[in-house]
């Protein structure tokens, strides 16, 4: 399952690096130290995106942790805080963590219904 979630952060800072406009590094082992680190660092000299990347079929369910992490590096860096959906066969959605579901607990779900009707395409994120 890393290794899928590793493949689309790849993925993704292609897409930012092949557009010659925008620039993108992936953040090496992001989640596994207490540091708050997106999966994904992009910028075109002015904007600055920090995106957390996940990628599923189905429903994807984060913990409240990821989106306090995600706020937290975000504020401290002077960057946008995205995550980033990708649904197999579907593509991805961009979406900001107050357009995310709660759920009960201390949760919160994207579905591909959700990213559909809140999430923005690559294309309208980075012409934002």
């Given at each position: 399952?890393?290794?899928?979630?590793?493949?689309?952060?790849?993925?993704?800072?292609?897409?930012?690096?092949?557009?010659?406009?925008?620039?993108?590094?992936?953040?090496?082992?992001?989640?596994?130290?207490?540091?708050?680190?997106?999966?994904?660092?992009?910028?075109?000299?002015?904007?600055?995106?920090?995106?957390?990347?996940?990628?599923?079929?189905?429903?994807?369910?984060?913990?409240?942790?990821?989106?306090?992490?995600?706020?937290e590096f975000s504020s401290r860096f002077g960057a946008e805080p995205w995550f980033g959906i990708k649904f197999n066969n579907r593509g991805w959605f961009f979406l900001k963590p107050s357009d995310l579901n709660k759920t009960k607990g201390d949760s919160y779900s994207v579905s591909l219904l959700l990213a559909k009707e809140k999430g923005l395409s690559f294309d309208q994120l980075i012409n934002l």
């Open positions: 399952m890393k290794s899928k979630g590793s493949r689309a952060e790849r993925e993704l800072v292609h897409m930012f690096n092949d557009t010659k406009i925008w620039a993108a590094i992936r953040i090496a082992g992001s989640g596994l130290t207490s540091d708050p680190n997106p999966d994904v660092l992009t910028g075109n000299g002015k904007r600055y995106l920090s995106i957390e990347c996940k990628s599923t079929k189905d429903t994807k369910y984060l913990v409240e942790n990821d989106i306090k992490q995600l706020l």
